[in-house]
């Protein structure tokens, strides 16, 4: 009995030895997480990206994302019996130093069937250059976690069939298209967490401005202040120690690059994008378009609140394709959203002044062709540049007590355009991938123009103000 008694105390205490080892329990249970890394596990896009000051916590929800994949414990996603995948590092010594280390962190010994060294020992993996880890997966079967780093050259990421890939930090362009294709087959995932500190790459382009358009990408942004486990004081020191080009990338995560000559620095995703909702039909207001054949033509649709906040619900964006067919699908969608039309059935919107001139056949201009086809456009539009990005940072200040504006999260190419639209030489912006940002400063231009509305006095303040009037009537008498 006493011997029985004896195992049953040690089993315990090796129980509860491994708890306090598990790590991942602990991430689990919220110890060691925090908000934005939860909404990076629940996304369920295949292409997702952590944009990530130092020691914000970026890192340790990758390795967390892959133990969860190759276990079978994915609490968000439909798990697999059997997974293989890749750990990618910029280097073999920084990834014994990070994602190996956070690898081996989350991964409990137990876990592990197999360990395979490129060099270093077994028995002390952490010190050496891991090759692959089997792991013993929840359903019976065992998953592959391969590590390779960049610096092996894109020929070495050739061939194999994977189920997920994590980029710790911005791989080089060649060596991340090669790894989309080997998660093709098995419609994997890709995800990276990196700090941006090489400027305006192909991220920047791909992943931050979408320009492709892909549905299935997806990013966050964490800064220090979204990690409540960094030492407040340590924080303010290190802010204290770095320019402002600097912070914005190894605190905020962002392109800083890109910040130092946005034209909208006041655009924020967190604030002035938001999810769809059903508008009040008293709301809607008009629709405003760029026209373009080679290029896009863009077209929002736009509602205005009881406030005289703004809202862009919608957007048509398409190039190649002439006016019938724009008109066609303006027309559809207006009756998609039950839009207003006039007393014959007919849309009324704003449109670029150069409509007013003739086509290339010199026979009518684009305000005529959309008249005939049931739209009625106004091109009587104020298109001083500087005054519209004026009135443009007007309504994207949400701290000048002004009327602000608001777009659906489905308008996704001003969405884009607002994030890369930058100044060029000459004071000037740059003239390209714009055509939404014009129609969208024709409308706003519209807009009555608003001031601040004064703040209240209590009875002291205006004490203070008659006194102040006195005392200069006073002086002015004498």
């Known amino acids: ?18 708890k306090e080892q598990d790590c991942l329990a602990a991430y689990n249970t919220g110890k060691i997480v925090h908000e934005k890394q939860v909404a990076f596990h629940k996304c369920q896009k295949r292409n997702r990206w952590v944009f990530g000051g130092n020691r914000s916590g970026k890192t340790e929800c990758g390795a967390v994302e892959c133990v969860y994949m190759a276990r079978g414990v994915h609490p968000y996603r439909e798990n697999k019996k059997e997974v293989c995948g890749w750990v990618v590092s910029l ?16 991964l ?35 998953s592959v976690i391969g590590f390779k780093s960049c610096d092996q050259g894109r020929e070495k990421f050739q061939g194999a069939s994977l189920d997920f ?26 995800f990276g967490t990196m700090t941006p500190l090489k400027g305006l790459t192909f991220v920047y382009n791909e992943i931050y401005l979408n320009r492709n358009g892909d549905s299935e990408t997806w990013y966050e942004f964490v800064e220090w202040s979204d990690n409540p486990y960094l030492d407040k004081d340590e924080v303010q020191l290190m802010q204290a120690s770095l320019d402002e080009r600097t912070l914005q990338s190894r605190r905020y995560g962002r392109f800083a690059s890109a910040a130092q000559g ?22 809607q207001d008009t629709i405003s378009i760029d026209p373009g054949l080679n290029n896009p033509l863009s077209a929002h649709w736009y509602a205005v609140d009881f406030d005289d906040n703004v809202y862009v619900v919608y957007e048509h964006y398409e190039a190649g394709q002439d006016i019938d067919y724009h008109s066609t699908e303006i027309k559809r969608i207006c009756e998609k959203l039950g839009w207003k039309t006039d007393s014959r059935g007919r849309v009324c919107a704003l449109i670029d002044s150069a409509a007013k001139q003739r086509t290339l056949s010199g026979v009518k201009s684009v305000v005529e062709l959309f008249y005939e086809r049931g739209i009625l456009v106004n091109p009587d539009v104020e298109k001083d540049l500087f005054s519209g990005i ?11 007590g002004l009327p602000n504006i608001y777009i659906f999260n489905t308008c996704v190419h001003l969405i884009r355009e607002l994030k890369g639209y930058y ?33 209240t006095l209590n009875a002291i303040q205006k004490d203070k103000e008659k006194r102040l009037r006195n005392l200069k009537k006073k002086t002015f008498d004498f």
């Open 91 to 106: 280097s073999s010594q920084v990834q014994r130093d990070v994602a190996q280390k956070k690898i081996l962190r989350y």
């Open 390 to 400: 004026a009135r443009v940072k007007s309504y994207l200040n949400i701290k000048n």
């Open 262 to 283: 946005l034209v909208y620095p006041e655009f924020d995703e967190n604030v002035h994008v938001i999810e769809p909702f059903a508008l009040p039909k008293e709301w």
């Open 165 to 190: 890939v994590w980029f710790d930090e911005e791989p080089p362009e060649d060596i991340y298209r090669e790894c989309r294709m080997r998660v093709m087959d098995r419609r994997g995932d890709v």
């Open 108 to 142: 409990r010994k137990d876990w592990i069937e197999e360990i395979v060294m490129l060099s270093g020992r077994k028995d002390a993996p952490e010190d050496g250059i891991i090759d692959f880890i089997r792991v013993k997966n929840v359903f019976g079967g065992s």
């Open 423 to 455: 100044w060029g030489s000459g004071d000037a912006p740059r003239k390209t991938d714009d055509h939404s940002l014009d129609e969208m400063r024709y409308y706003l231009m519209t807009r009555p123009k608003k001031t601040p509305t004064a703040p």
């Open 1 to 18: 009995m006493k011997d029985i008694v004896e195992k049953l105390r040690r089993i315990e205490a090796e129980i509860e030895k491994r």
